[in-house]
């Protein structure tokens, strides 16, 4: 469960049953960011924590629009866009 930051191809698997004890022992709001990298990631995590962080993914997006910010932003918006659904 632990690890590195950094943009991951797919979701460890003991997220859920993790984030489940954290909340048994806290009141406190939960926002997961170890390897959220897309939209459908954004909405796997966002069923059972409050908050999502993707911090490496939009780097990686700002740094492939060679100066165009249209990638980032439409990355931002299909993950905030996941996250009402």
Sequence with gaps: MLGTTGARESLDEGLPSF???VRAN???PLAVGLGIST???CAEVGQ???GVI???SLVRAVGQ???DL???AELVSA???ALRR
């Design 19 to 21: 984030l489940k004890s």
């Design 48 to 50: 059972f924590a409050d």
């Design 65 to 67: 629009g060679n100066g």
């Design 39 to 41: 939209p459908a990631q």
């Design 26 to 28: 806290t009141d406190r």
């Design 70 to 72: 249209s990638r980032l």
């Design 54 to 56: 993707v911090g490496s």
């Design 79 to 81: 993950m905030a866009g």
